[in-house]
Antibody, heavy 120, light 110 residues
């Protein structure tokens, strides 16, 4: 069974750093792109970027380029999303999801989400 | 403002048919890129509903169907049920922006 299991909820202060994770299982982790999607409170889905764990090839949304870093450790089948200096506006639910095929395809499996709250 | 435009809300009575539109442009849907649809029930992660314009993953009822024409796509739900009340999102690819989502549509079952 394909599963993406994300790390737990985080409460941080503005200016702090954070790295959240997404562990894949039940499939060949290095054979599929993993994407990150932001959902701010009461809002829609926003694509942040994708990574190919086999070689860490990464593509960012123009809206998130330079704001976050996406990485992966294929040895432990885990993708990461990190911030170096959080802002209150980073408060959101973050989902990882598996791309079924190439950049044009759908996200066929999703993680349960990680809620990030940034507040002083 | 999302690259793909969806109506903010639609509604229908149980048993009825509703459609949700997703309007793009010549750089995404009109360029031939496939459209995918997701259902997000309250408090849960999105779930793939339709992929590649009109294909249903295993387990998705055939009450859900998708279509695409020109720069737009549509999701149709027939035999509306109370459990269909959710947010629905379309997704495609844009030649300048990469992956793009619609703004989402809230379906209310009256």
């Amino acid at each position: 069974e394909v599963q993406l299991v994300q790390s737990g909820a985080e409460v941080k202060k503005p200016g702090e750093s954070l790295k959240i994770s997404c562990k894949g299982s039940g499939y060949s982790f290095t054979s599929y792109w993993i994407g990150w999607v932001r959902q701010m409170p009461g809002k829609g889905l926003e694509w942040m970027g994708i990574i190919y764990p086999a070689d860490s090839d990464t593509t960012y949304s123009p809206s998130f380029q330079g704001q976050v870093t996406i990485s992966a450790d294929k040895s432990i089948s885990t993708a990461y999303l990190q911030w170096s200096s959080l802002k209150a506006s980073d408060t959101a639910m973050y989902y990882c999801a598996r791309l079924r095929g190439n950049h044009y395809s759908d996200f066929d499996y999703w993680g349960q989400g990680t809620l990030v709250t940034v507040s002083s | 403002q999302s690259v793909l435009t969806q109506p903010p809300s639609v509604s229908g009575a149980p048993g009825q048919r509703v459609t949700i539109s997703c309007t793009g442009s010549s750089s995404n849907i009109g360029a031939g890129y496939d459209v995918h649809w997701y259902q997000q029930l309250p408090g849960t992660a999105p779930k793939l509903l339709i992929y590649d314009n009109n294909n249903r993953p295993s387990g998705v009822p055939d009450r859900f169907s998708g279509s695409k024409s020109g720069t737009s796509a549509s999701l149709a739900i027939t035999g509306l049920q109370a459990e269909d009340e959710a947010d629905y999102y379309c997704q495609s690819y844009d030649s300048s922006l990469s992956v793009v989502f619609g703004g989402g549509t809230k379906l209310t079952v009256l």
